[in-house]
């Protein structure tokens, strides 16, 4: 099937069909990205977060509709450049405890929906970030300790954690927006978690500003995740391998 049918296909729904594209693309992807970075753990990161953001925008009826490859190698670089960008801005640290001030949820049925949110949140994750969330979140270690069990030095593991930590933030907010159904609104609400923790380009944040100014359920669902993001209903990780 040419990559054009294939196209057509994730736009309509079907996984399968994604599946084929990563493993016609996902080699050539391999070998731009270790064009742009040196360590060998980030070229998989980056081909993961490049894919994952292609196929956001095939769900949202975007994307390429005939190159593909081309498609994917100028995502890759815009991912790439923003990342470098993100991470001069970070403060390396073994100590995460500051960035995980929660309360326990005092309502056993809000909780248990929290968890529900958290676990989907969770198994969306590309694999190597569920991995080195588990070790920090739950079992409690630091990036130090964690390093040498994925091949990274600690500054490369504490910026895995960091970009896997706010992957699992926004896809913990995501988990909270079902139920929109025209397709600007689901345009909207796949970008509300980047919207509200400031992650989106100035383009697609000005696109949704103007959605949230003439759609009243998008613009509740925007208070409702205000509190969520805010900490009220922060996520577990403990819950979230249920």
Same mark, same amino acid.
């Given at each position: 099937?040419?990559?054009?049918?294939?196209?057509?296909?994730?736009?309509?729904?079907?996984?399968?069909?994604?599946?084929?594209?990563?493993?016609?693309?996902?080699?050539?992807?391999?070998?731009?990205?270790?064009?742009?970075?040196?360590?060998?753990?980030?070229?998989?990161?980056?081909?993961?977060?490049?894919?994952?953001?292609?196929?956001?925008?095939?769900?949202?009826?975007?994307?390429?509709?005939?190159?593909?490859?081309?498609?994917?190698?100028?995502?890759?670089?815009?991912?790439?450049?923003?990342?470098?960008?993100?991470?001069?801005?970070?403060?390396?640290?073994?100590?995460?405890?500051?960035?995980?001030?929660?309360?326990?949820?005092?309502?056993?049925?809000?909780?248990?929906?929290?968890?529900?949110?958290?676990?989907?949140?969770?198994?969306?994750?590309?694999?190597?970030?569920?991995?080195?969330?588990?070790?920090?979140?739950?079992?409690?270690?630091?990036?130090?300790?964690?390093?040498?069990?994925?091949?990274?030095?600690?500054?490369?593991?504490?910026? @895995? *954690?960091?970009?896997?930590?706010?992957? !699992? +933030?926004? $896809?913990? /907010?995501? =988990?909270?927006?079902? #139920?929109?159904?025209?397709?600007?609104?689901?345009?909207?609400?796949?970008?509300?978690?980047?919207?509200?923790?400031?992650?989106?380009?100035?383009?697609?944040?000005?696109?949704?500003?103007?959605? @949230? *100014?003439?759609?009243?359920?998008?613009? !509740? +669902?925007? $208070?409702? /995740?205000? =509190?969520?993001?805010? #900490?009220?209903?922060?996520?577990?990780?403990?819950?979230?391998?249920?």
């Amino acid at each position: 099937m040419e990559d054009a049918a294939l196209l057509d296909a994730v736009r309509a729904g079907d996984p399968d069909a994604y599946g084929t594209l990563w493993e016609r693309h996902s080699d050539a992807a391999r070998g731009l990205a270790r064009t742009l970075v040196r360590d060998p753990a980030d070229v998989e990161d980056l081909v993961a977060e490049t894919f994952a953001k292609v196929l956001a925008k095939l769900r949202a009826g975007q994307g390429p509709q005939l190159a593909f490859r081309a498609y994917l190698s100028t995502t890759l670089r815009h991912v790439c450049y923003h990342r470098h960008r993100r991470d001069r801005r970070l403060q390396f640290t073994d100590d995460l405890t500051r960035y995980d001030v929660s309360e326990p949820f005092p309502d056993p049925t809000l909780a248990a929906l929290e968890q529900s949110y958290a676990a989907r949140a969770f198994r969306k994750l590309p694999a190597r970030w569920r991995e080195v969330l588990w070790r920090t979140e739950v079992e409690g270690n630091t990036p130090s300790q964690v390093a040498p069990l994925l091949g990274l030095t600690p500054n490369a593991a504490a910026v @895995l *954690a960091h970009r896997a930590r706010e992957g !699992l +933030r926004q $896809g913990y /907010l995501r =988990e909270h927006l079902a #139920g929109a159904t025209s397709a600007d609104c689901r345009w909207t609400s796949d970008r509300l978690g980047g919207y509200l923790r400031a992650r989106l380009s100035a383009r697609e944040r000005t696109k949704v500003g103007h959605h @949230l *100014a003439r759609c009243r359920q998008c613009a !509740l +669902r925007v $208070g409702e /995740l205000s =509190e969520v993001n805010g #900490g009220r209903c922060r996520v577990r990780m403990r819950h979230a391998r249920a």
